[in-house]
């Protein structure tokens, strides 16, 4: 790379809640460059991302436009210097039209500043759209446009700001092959013009079709940043996922005598969410079930709980089969589910720890109708011990908890009504080294005591070590399936990317 | 396990009680009496008989804005039945049960519709005391006989009957708030209606019920009220869901959900019919509660937005 | 994800506009009600439907814009009391007795105060909006009623009843005020910086914020155009009679809500328009009327609240069932 770079990340390091989310990343985009950032879940992408659009703060290093450090955290003044994200729908105005969208905050004036320029809007949003070869009613609201022309209007958005750097993560997640092209298009026509485009994805033949340069990360680190055409789709998979596959960590040492199926899912179909997805899981086995973010892993395990709906197939628990639809019916099947989300799902963070204990099972520690203290002590004590929490006082408010042992008390309480079917949701997201180990090993624990478990998780060392078998989701539907023998890093990602 | 002190709220309100009451015993001598303190007592059960489920419900993060037009339109249903020779009792009987029927309505709006129970109740706020006014044309209806006001001019073991009926709503309250699982529900519902739903539990049930109660409160309160007073009128309770609120509000209960109890409930509701009886013995004027009652509601909100941002309370685990 | 054409027809996108639901169902009912009693129709009916909405027209065009930024005023009904009060004591010779002009300038004045003090209770202080407007509800109407010392305030100057009684050029003043407001505030909602910024504040308060959008200051200014707006009510209402009794106002908020909704305006916020807030007042003005004219009696003008509380479930009813429809889309 000749000539100063337009974005220089130097040393940016992050933590949320005791967890190393980036360590002394750095990395540098040219002008006019399309740079594609590819790493697994959790390797650190959105966090950097999000610390160069300026909506997260770093704990260290900074982020340079043009040799002028950015300051952080600080979403306008990155805006207002250039750097504009193409975000989801959660910050789109959807009430409102495209001119809207692209000018509220910064509206052209008329009339001494009073009133509104339309004439002025509606030229700059034709211009800009037809700029970039949309031809929609501008003034239709946004919820009535389609992902692709929400995603335009974006762009747009960032184009009239004179966006110097575009950041877009998974563009071309909800698009069909045409409207990729569209985009492809654009992003080269924007190339052309001195803007540079910084991509997260993870489909790796657009990455090779559309970028100059790629950058990895692994487990919040850099490894490599280099141009395009000096990679292949193998030796990027490899730096990805990078580890020796041959120092495993203590293998699941002698395979306990799996009994019968437990869990059995067929042709679970959701409409747009997943398709035709069939796999069982016996007692004492543990099947993982590997995908990318948007794969639809959670939405199997929602859908087999019941707390989202599905529209076709069937599950059944030992044999009977489960109502859909109602966490009740499956709780009382013996199945359990400890959701992704800890803060929102899963707990419930300002009551306390022992309360959270047994929120599930409370219904069953009365006494004639009242809650039993000592029946609800016995129980809180017994599975602080059992999940080994570190909590001074059960009465604490479960928000002091470290996020381990946060995650540990959401095991608990789902452990508490003796479930024989567990689907854990990445169950070690966010968790320290430590306690990792210490969850590690109670699953397996219920394992050779009988339970079945079906474990998401997009840790590919944690899947390999834990799982008797994989079932692998690509894009709603199964890819394929791995025995523990077949399964290798490698072989998960190239069944969990998309085609080609 | 020692946990810290989690009453200062109570405490404060227990002291403003008392305070109010010796400034009042200064200023007014008579006021403070036992004999006068009794006979106004008789104006603030049906406050404190709604404010027992108006706590649940808010704590839940919900509202229920139509209990002063529900009591209107169980006294109407009562007074109507009696003028068509119903006996006064079962009259009573179908003036709870269009209570419930009427808090049912606001449930189902609210637990299956899923619309906000602030607007829900905003309509029926409305709705009901309409039709409270088109069945009865607004003609107020009397005669009841002696037997029946009894149920709000008696008393029974030294106490007045409706005392009797508000100790046992407050106790039963407080039991399920503190002592058994749905109380617990209740909490974790303000706190975090999703995860609530995510832990198996039928939170949609429990918002039926409790809307229901609380319409079936408001019957049983028109019932006390028309026995006093031996009137029932389309006009009954008009602004009587401003005092309760308030009362539950002052009383410690967040009106964000997922804090409050009974205790402070029965503080507020005392404080809040001290202060309304205070003001109409030494300055004569009701009006001026209108304006004490509006401020002090506003102020509580905004004394617990100014002190949450401060301290980190701990909450309820029995 | 398709790739269909979409360019939504003009036709489609007309039909899916609640505000046409109101107009569809104000039509029938004028239909129906001429149809059983032609007089209905009459000019001086029309007139006096207008004059009687006309209040209404000009609250609900401030509680449109409040509640499309997420918030509710349900304080307009004692506001509006306490102004009629204010007015009356400051310009009726038997009380204070001072100039028109003067009366007029605090009245609004005192309208758009009291709403800036909602305003600020809401933004700075954080307290919910229907805290603080119910609050302020009793609280102003207990003011009113010690202003008034349960004395009615007549002989009220005949330069103020101008106000409710007067005519231009054929047209009574209120209605033309009435016109004048909402063709304003049709243009601060499309023509203006803040019109925009209302919207998307009720959309998605958190864009807005990153946006740069003042949060606070277009709460504040909403709510304070809500109280002047129920200044101005108050001034050509309340001077149509030469009393000022005691009890104006009471319910009104109910009625405005109602009115809103039923036009069209979201609850949850970022969608409604002034139009079809209008077209609500039309319709439940109507509607009031026309149990006269149905000769249904005296005894139906006491349904007249629990209709409103109908109309109003009914309005969020269908605000439920198009919003789901959106989302399943």
């Known amino acids: 790379m000749n000539g100063q770079p337009l974005l220089d990340i130097r040393r940016i390091s992050k933590a949320f809640g005791g967890v190393q989310a980036l360590r002394d990343v750095s990395l540098s985009i040219a002008p006019g460059e399309v740079h594609a950032l590819c790493g697994e879940n959790g390797a650190g992408k959105s966090t950097l991302i999000n610390i160069v659009s300026g909506s997260v703060l770093p704990d260290d290093g900074d982020v340079l436009l043009n040799g002028t450090p950015l300051p952080s955290g600080d979403v306008r003044a990155a805006e207002a210097a250039g750097i504009a994200v193409i975000h989801q729908e959660s910050t789109a105005f959807l009430h409102l039209d495209a001119e809207d969208n692209i000018f509220v905050g910064r509206e052209p004036r008329r009339g001494l500043g009073l009133l509104l320029d339309h004439a002025g809007m509606r030229s700059q949003t034709r211009g800009l759209l037809e700029r970039l070869g949309e031809h929609f009613d501008q003034r239709t609201p946004l919820a009535e446009l389609t992902v692709a022309q929400r995603q335009m209007v974006g762009i747009a958005r960032a184009l009239s700001q004179s966006c110097r750097l575009l950041i877009m993560d998974e563009p071309t997640a909800s698009l069909s092959a045409r409207e990729i092209e569209v985009l492809f298009r654009i992003v080269r026509q924007l190339r052309s013009e001195g803007i540079s485009i910084l991509y997260v994805s993870h489909r790796l033949e657009e990455v090779f079709e559309l970028s100059d340069r790629v950058s990895v990360l692994r487990d919040g680190r850099w490894v490599d940043s280099r141009p395009t055409r000096e990679l292949t789709r193998q030796t990027l998979i490899q730096k990805m996922v990078g580890r020796e596959v041959g120092d495993l960590f203590t293998n699941k040492s002698s395979s306990p005598p799996v009994g019968d199926v437990l869990l059995d899912v067929r042709k679970l179909t959701r409409a747009g969410v997943f398709q035709d997805v069939s796999f069982s899981v016996r007692s004492g086995e543990i099947v993982g079930l590997a995908g990318l973010i948007g794969a639809g892993r959670s939405e199997v395990a929602q859908a087999i709980f019941g707390i989202d709906p599905y529209d076709s197939g069937d599950v059944a628990i030992a044999g009977n089969p489960l109502a859909r639809g109602s966490a009740r019916a499956a709780l009382r099947a013996g199945v359990a589910l400890v959701p992704e989300d800890r803060q929102h799902l899963g707990l419930i963070l300002p009551m306390a720890v022992g309360v959270n204990l047994s929120m599930v099972v409370l219904s069953s520690l009365t006494h004639s109708g009242l809650i039993s203290r000592q029946r609800e002590t016995d129980l809180v004590e017994r599975l602080i011990r059992q999940m080994s929490i570190k909590t001074a006082d059960a009465g604490a408010s479960t928000q002091t908890l470290s996020g381990g042992n946060q995650q540990k008390v959401m095991l608990g309480k789902w452990l508490a009504p003796k479930p024989r079917v567990l689907l854990l949701d990445e169950p070690t997201r966010g968790v320290d080294v430590g306690a990792k180990a210490e969850v590690h090993g109670l699953i397996r624990q219920l394992a050779s005591q009988g339970m079945a478990t079906l474990l998401i998780s997009s840790d590919l060392p944690e899947l390999l070590m834990m799982s008797d078998r994989i079932v692998v989701m690509r894009s709603g539907s199964i890819s394929g399936e791995l025995s523990r023998a077949e399964a290798t890093q490698e072989r998960v990602l190239e069944m969990a990317l998309p085609r080609g | 396990m020692k946990r810290s002190f989690r009453y200062w709220h109570e405490v404060v309100l227990a002291a403003l009680l008392v305070g109010l009451l010796t400034w009042a015993g200064i200023v007014e001598p008579q006021f403070v009496r036992l004999p006068s303190q009794v006979e106004l ?10 404010a027992m489920p108006m706590t649940l419900i808010i704590i839940t993060a919900g509202i229920d804005l139509s209990v002063g037009s529900t009591l209107a339109l169980c006294a109407v249903v009562l007074g109507l039945t009696y003028e068509r020779g119903v006996p006064p009792v079962i009259g009573a009987a179908m003036a709870v049960m269009t209570g419930l029927a009427a808090g049912a309505l606001n449930g189902v709006f609210v637990a299956k519709v899923k619309v906000h129970p602030l607007i829900v109740t905003l ?9 409270a006014e088109g069945i009865s044309q607004g003609r107020p209806m009397s005669g009841f006989p002696d037997s029946f006001a009894v149920i709000g001019r008696g008393s029974c073991l030294g106490l007045p009957i409706p005392a009797l009926f508000v100790l046992a709503a407050a106790g039963i309250a407080g039991l399920v708030l503190m002592k058994t699982p749905t109380g617990r529900f209740l909490y974790a519902i303000g706190h975090n209606e999703t995860a609530t739903r995510f832990s198996g539990i039928l939170v949609d049930r429990i918002k039926l019920w409790l809307y229901s109660l ?7 309160a028109a019932v006390i009220l028309v026995a ?7 006009d009954l309770g008009a602004g009587m869901e401003l005092d309760v609120i308030t009362a539950v509000v002052l009383g410690g209960t967040s009106i964000f959900g997922g804090r409050g ?12 019919h001290e202060t309304r009886e205070f003001v109409s013995w030494h300055w004569n004027r009701d009006e001026l509660n209108l304006v004490v009652i509006g401020i002090v509601l506003i102020a509580s909100v905004l004394l617990h937005q100014v002190f949450s941002r401060k301290s980190s309370r701990l909450d309820a685990m029995g | 994800m398709g ?5 939504t027809g003009l036709l489609q996108r007309v039909a899916s506009r609640r505000e046409y ?6 039509v029938v009912t004028v239909a129906v009600v001429s149809a059983v009693n032609p007089s209905f129709l009459a000019v001086g009916n029309i007139r006096d439907l207008l004059v009687k909405c006309a209040p209404t027209v000009l609250v609900a065009c401030g509680m449109t814009l409040v509640i499309v930024t997420g918030e509710i005023d349900i304080s307009v009904g004692s506001m509006m009391g306490l102004l009629a009060a204010i007015m009356g004591i400051m310009t009726s010779s038997d009380r204070w007795g001072g100039p028109v002009w003067l009366g007029v300038v605090v009245t609004l004045g005192a309208g758009a105060t009291i709403g800036l003090v909602n305003g600020l209770l809401v933004t700075v202080a954080r307290v919910p909006s229907i805290i603080v ?4 509800l009793t609280a102003l109407r207990g003011l009113t009623e010690l202003l008034m010392r349960g004395e009615w305030i007549e002989n009220l100057p005949a330069g103020l009843r101008f106000f409710g009684t007067g005519s231009v050029w054929g047209i009574p003043f209120c209605v033309v005020t009435a016109l004048v407001v909402v063709a304003l505030c049709a243009v601060l909602t499309r023509d203006t910086p803040l019109g925009r910024r209302i919207y998307a504040v009720g959309s998605n308060s958190h864009s807005a914020a990153l946006a740069g959008i003042s949060l606070r200051r277009v709460k504040i200014i909403v709510f304070t155009i809500t109280g002047l707006l129920t200044g101005l009510a108050t001034l050509v209402s309340v001077t149509q009679l030469s009393v000022i009794e005691s009890g104006i106002g009471v319910g009104f908020e109910l009625l405005v809500v109602t009115c809103v909704v039923v036009g069209g305006t979201s609850i949850s916020g970022g969608r409604g328009n002034i139009i079809g807030s209008v077209l609500g007042v039309l319709l439940l003005g109507t509607v009031g009327t026309a149990l006269i004219f149905l000769r249904l009696g005296e005894q139906a003008t006491y349904w007249e609240r629990a209709i409103q509380g109908v109309f109003i479930l009914l309005a969020v009813l269908a605000d439920h069932v198009a919003r789901r429809k959106e989302r399943l889309a």
């Open chain 2, 228 to 234: 006093r007073r031996n009137t029932a009128k389309a």
């Open chain 3, 3 to 7: 790739n269909h054409d979409n360019r």
């Open chain 3, 21 to 26: 639901g109101a107009l569809a169902l104000l």
């Open chain 3, 133 to 136: 407007t119910l609050g302020m």
């Open chain 2, 123 to 131: 309509a029926t706020l409305a709705a009901f005391r309409g039709i």
């Open chain 2, 214 to 220: 609380s319409g079936g409160s408001a019957g049983l």
């Open chain 2, 261 to 272: 109890n009974i205790l402070g409930t029965v503080l507020g509701v005392l404080l809040i």
């Open chain 2, 41 to 50: 007592s008789t104006h603030m059960w049906e406050l404190a008989l709604l």
